[in-house]
């Protein structure tokens, strides 16, 4: 089994940054790709970033590119959100995800098989 934990949120004003992290437990998650996905109130979850094993494949959301960094350190199991120039819309649950074992990074929901508990992110005008 795999298990992933997010870290990271908080509140925070429009234009100001926050630093996610999710770690892993269980077992390495540095064969596989990984992702990180956001749900806002009333709204389904929606893609964020995504990255390869190695770090070398980034794909991100249109709405986050330039603002958002995904970065993963494999020695730590650890995979990275940089957030900056925050804005209202970005406040959602943010979850951190990891796929069975694709290394290519994906921006589908359906390439991911192990979900962390999520974390809250709020960003105030």
């Known amino acids: 089994q795999v298990h992933l934990v997010e870290s990271g949120g908080g509140l925070v004003q429009a234009g100001g940054s926050l630093r996610l992290s999710c770690a892993a437990s269980?077992?390495?998650?540095?064969?596989?790709?990984m992702g990180w996905f956001r749900q806002a109130p009333g709204k389904e979850r929606e893609f964020v970033a995504a990255?390869?094993?190695?770090?070398?494949?980034?794909y991100y959301a249109d709405s986050v590119k330039g603002r958002f960094t995904i970065s993963r350190d494999n020695a730590k199991n650890t995979v990275y959100l940089q957030m900056n120039i925050l804005k209202p819309e970005d406040t959602a649950v943010y979850y951190c995800?990891?796929?069975?074992?694709?290394?290519?990074?994906?921006?589908?929901?359906?390439?991911?098989?192990?979900w962390g508990q999520g974390t809250q992110v709020t960003v105030s005008s």
């Open positions: 995800a990891a796929s069975r074992f694709y290394e290519a990074a994906t921006i589908n929901e359906s390439g991911y098989s192990y």
């Open positions: 269980g077992r390495t998650v540095s064969s596989v790709s």
């Open positions: 990255i390869s094993k190695s770090g070398g494949g980034l």
